[in-house]
């Protein structure tokens, strides 16, 4: 299996930039569409942005849609989610998370059940 540490959230005031990264180990993260997810307190997980396994096809939610912008590089094990024009209610728990299943190089997935492994999140604050 494989195991995904998330890294590079911090504070920042609205309007700035960060980039988060979610390394794999275990096994080669080429192997899984790779997602992330947000939750702030008090709400439940919310889908952010997803990219296939060949890193050809990529989703985003609306809210961060133009703002967001998820990549992968394969032979670094890791994927980033590079974070412009933050807003506070961008102000979450960001949680990068591994689909398992063989499918087509080309799928994304974006809900929490899709996906088998997670990290442990990274604080994501975002002041006005």
């Known amino acids: 299996q494989v195991q995904l540490v998330e890294s590079g959230g911090g504070l920042v005031q609205a309007g700035e930039s960060l980039r988060l990264s979610c390394a794999a180990s275990?096994?080669?993260?080429?192997?899984?569409?790779t997602g992330w997810f947000r939750q702030a307190p008090g709400k439940e997980r919310e889908f952010v942005s997803a990219?296939?396994?060949?890193?050809?096809?990529?989703d985003y939610a609306d809210a961060v849609k133009g703002r967001f912008t998820i990549s992968r590089d394969n032979a670094k094990n890791t994927v980033y989610l590079q974070m412009n024009s933050l807003k506070p209610e961008d102000t979450a728990v960001y949680y990068c998370?591994?689909?398992?299943?063989?499918?087509?190089?080309?799928?994304?997935?974006?809900?929490?059940?899709?996906?088998?492994?997670w990290g442990q999140g990274t604080q994501v604050t975002v002041s006005s």
């Open positions: 275990g096994r080669t993260l080429s192997r899984y569409a």
């Open positions: 998370a591994a689909n398992r299943d063989a499918g087509l190089m080309s799928s994304v997935y974006i809900t929490p059940p899709e996906y088998d492994y």
């Open positions: 990219v296939s396994r060949s890193g050809g096809n990529t």
